[in-house]
C-alpha cells in the first residue's frame, strides 16, 4: 500500500522559511513523478514543484527562485524547501506521486495526472 505522509508545516511570519517533508512507502517501481501541490481556501488546488525519475524538475512560476525540492532516496523523503515566504503561499499543501514520469516533465504540474495523495500539512504566512 502506498503512503505519503507530510510533515514540517507551521506558521511563520512573511520572508521566513519552512522546509516541509513527505516519507514515501510502499512503492517500488523505478518510475514516478513525485511533487508538491497546494490548495488555499477557495481556491483550486495548483501544482507547486515536482520531480520525475528521469532528473525532470518543474516549478510554478509563483515560486521560482524561492521554493526548492529535493530528495533523500536512502529514506524515501521529498523535501520542499520554502524560503521568502508570502502570505500568498498560505495553504494546505500536499504530497503526490504518479507513476509516469512525464507529469514532471512539463511546465505545470496536473493534478489529474497524480495517483497517489498525502493527507496534507498547513502551511500560515503572516504579514
Known amino acids: 500500500q502506498v503512503q505519503l505522509v507530510e510533515s514540517g508545516g507551521g506558521s511563520v511570519q512573511t520572508g521566513g522559511s519552512l522546509r516541509l517533508s513527505c516519507a514515501l512507502s510502499?512503492?517500488?517501481?523505478?518510475?514516478?513523478?513525485i511533487a508538491w501541490f497546494r490548495q488555499a481556501p477557495g481556491k483550486e488546488r495548483e501544482g507547486v514543484a515536482g520531480?520525475?525519475?528521469?532528473?525532470?524538475?518543474v516549478f510554478a512560476d509563483s515560486v521560482k527562485g524561492r521554493f526548492t525540492i529535493s530528495q533523500d532516496n536512502a529514506k524515501n523523503i521529498l523535501y520542499l524547501q520554502m524560503n521568502s515566504l508570502k502570505p500568498g503561499d498560505t495553504a494546505m499543501y500536499y504530497c503526490?506521486?504518479?507513476?509516469?514520469?512525464?507529469?514532471?516533465?512539463?511546465?505545470?504540474?496536473?493534478?489529474?495526472?497524480?495517483?497517489?495523495w498525502g493527507k496534507g500539512t498547513l502551511v500560515t504566512i503572516s504579514s
Open positions: 503526490a506521486l504518479a507513476w509516469n514520469p512525464v507529469y514532471c516533465a512539463g511546465d505545470t504540474l496536473l493534478a489529474d495526472g497524480m495517483d497517489y
Open positions: 510502499g512503492y517500488t517501481y523505478s518510475d514516478y513523478c
Open positions: 520531480t520525475g525519475s528521469d532528473g525532470s524538475t
